[in-house]
């Protein structure tokens, strides 16, 4: 047995509370081990002199590590615990001192594992909808013009068109409510919003006024109808919060402007001189840009000005969460703080940070709920464009994402082929209809919420920004395609299973042709299988077709 690969961290994704009385505790050992795991546990005050054993499950194969897990229902909650292995030949403990083939139980307390108390605020609490939620993406410029009676002065690109980065086609909120039956009978329960704020762009990330809502998109009015329509129909509603960073024609950076160290805002940024300047760049941008200046979030003052506008759109709009754009480039101590004031406001909203890596340290119950899974857009890209994996390969990694969080934060995720920053999924696929249907059957199937970019359902192409953001095509939405009936019925198959985290397997046919996803749901039960390759391949009897899926609910073929 490989001892360099056992891993097991308390207080962790390895180890983690879903309840006042119950534990997940999980174990990391090696892909070529073929072991048993216990885990021998009790009250850190009775474990010298007995306790209870549990025989562990191999819950996820990653591409070197194998993951264990239990979960454990406790009548006292300070728990102690000592794992034990069988390799096959020996059997092992393994506690803070390692592996090691005896232990004492009566000297315990110096080193088993413990989790000394179950606190009501350790326990990270899923917030209950967004497990069942379908995203839908949109950037509003591009989506759908609803207000007929607006200025329409600014608009520069005509319906259609392929757009640069200056191009405004007049999409606004108006035109979102007026196509929320077509959104909802795709079977979308939720909408994701790019910013709604007063800006000068066409994308709304360079804000002046976070009071306003910019006159290109409508007013608070627009807002409120829009999301009184949503809830009506039993739909929620995610806006961005850009956070990070702030136009430079905002009152605060202008009056910095004007009065330099002089101003009572000039803490509020990270400037290195009196005044800011552009030539040579003195302050911290976003990004390199020189016109978006950086908040600086660990400035007390900065996090109350933020956190009121945060809270203001929860109480005077009723909105259901909050996209952190650019959030790993702001202070945790900010993110505690947002977390604690958000969630006061209202419980239910959820918080989804925008991180492109791992984020396991965002993800303790403290700062976000969730993340926008990009590590699992990648994984989806390798396999299905790029050709980087086979179907072994692909179910290792997304085993390996999945074990970077905990399950209740793996039910949260924000999952996504695509979005506004990146190139249309569709393309990168070099435009194959069944590779991206397959891909979407993925997307529905693993734990968190699919979020699909508008126009996907209609075959919208489009490389990297601004070129992803094209208008929506509505004379294709009006055809009877093939994708649209997919996504319907993958909303269904989400909606009548009632997925759960605990339950899931990913795995591959012998041979890496055939991807296998299996999910537990509270209602049924279902099983995707897709083959990427250009034979037909067989998993356990099934046969699949080149580049193509099956999707079984409860055993039968839908």
């Known amino acids: 047995m490989n001892q360099h690969a056992l891993q097991h961290i308390p207080d962790s994704s390895y180890c983690f509370p879903v309840s006042d009385n119950k534990m997940i505790l999980k174990l990391r050992a090696a892909c070529d081990d073929e072991i048993k795991v216990w885990v021998l546990y009790e009250s850190k005050y009775k474990i010298g002199e007995s306790h209870k054993k549990k025989q562990m499950e191999k819950e996820l194969t990653g591409k070197l590590f194998n993951y264990y897990s239990v979960t454990l229902e406790l009548a006292d909650t300070r728990l102690a615990y000592v794992f034990y292995i069988y390799d096959g030949k020996d059997y092992y403990y393994f506690s803070e001192d390692g592996l090691t083939k005896s232990y004492d139980f009566t000297k315990g307390y110096y080193n088993f594992f413990q989790y000394p108390y179950i606190n009501e605020n350790d326990v990270l609490k899923r917030v209950d909808w967004i497990k069942d939620a379908c995203f839908y993406q949109i950037f509003i410029d591009r989506f759908a013009i609803g207000d007929k009676d607006k200025n329409t002065d600014y608009i520069n690109l005509k319906w259609g068109e392929i757009p640069n980065p200056k191009s405004f086609a007049g999409g606004d909120i108006k035109g979102i409510i007026e196509k929320l039956d077509y959104i909802k009978d795709l079977g979308f329960n939720a909408l994701y919003l790019t910013p709604i704020f007063q800006a000068p762009s066409n994308h709304k990330y360079d804000t002046v006024d976070y009071f306003e809502i910019d006159e290109h998109f409508g007013n608070k009015e627009d807002l409120k109808n829009l999301v009184s329509e949503l809830h009506k129909r039993g739909m929620k509603i995610v806006l961005d919060a850009v956070f990070n960073h702030v136009s430079e024609l905002n009152d605060k950076f202008q009056d910095v402007i004007k009065k330099g160290k002089a101003s009572p805002y000039y803490k509020w940024f990270v400037i290195d001189g009196d005044f800011p300047c552009k030539e040579p760049l003195n302050y911290e941008v976003f990004a390199g840009c020189d016109y978006m200046p950086k908040w600086n979030t660990s400035n007390e ?76 857009t990648k994984a989806a890209l390798d396999y299905f464009a790029y050709n980087k994996m086979d179907a072994k390969m692909v179910a290792a990694k997304l085993n390996d994402i999945l074990a970077r969080n905990t399950d209740t934060v793996n039910d949260m995720m924000l999952n996504l082929l695509d979005s506004h920053d990146t190139d249309r999924f569709f393309s990168e696929v070099s435009e194959d209809r069944d590779k991206l249907k397959a891909a979407l059957c993925l997307l529905y199937l693993f734990p968190g919420a699919p979020s699909v970019f508008y126009g996907t359902e209609v075959y919208t192409p489009g490389g990297y920004d601004p070129d992803c953001r094209r208008c929506m095509d509505w004379r294709a939405a009006t055809e009877d395609l093939d994708v649209k009936v997919l996504i319907k019925k993958l909303s269904d198959v989400r909606r009548e299973c009632l997925f759960e985290y605990a339950g899931t397997r990913i795995e591959a046919s012998e041979d890496g042709r055939i991807l296998a996803v299996k999910r537990h749901g509270k209602v049924s039960d279902a099983e995707l299988l897709i083959n990427q390759t250009d034979k037909a391949g067989i998993y356990k009897n099934i046969e699949v077709k080149p580049w193509k899926y099956r999707l079984f609910v409860d055993g039968g073929e839908i």
Do not use: C, P
């Not at 909105?319 to 209202?346: N, Q, T």
């Not at 419980?347 to 590590?375: C, F, K, P, T």
């Open 301 to 376: 003052e900065v996090q109350e000005y933020l956190i009121s506008i945060a809270t203001y759109y929860i109480n005077e709009f009723d909105i259901d969460g909050w996209r952190l754009d650019v959030s790993d480039e702001v202070s945790h101590d900010f993110w505690r703080r947002f977390r604690k004031d958000v969630k006061a406001a209202k419980d239910e909203v959820v918080i989804i940070g925008e991180n492109w890596h791992d984020a396991s340290n965002y993800l303790r119950g403290d700062q976000y709920d969730s993340i926008m899974n990009y590590a699992f």
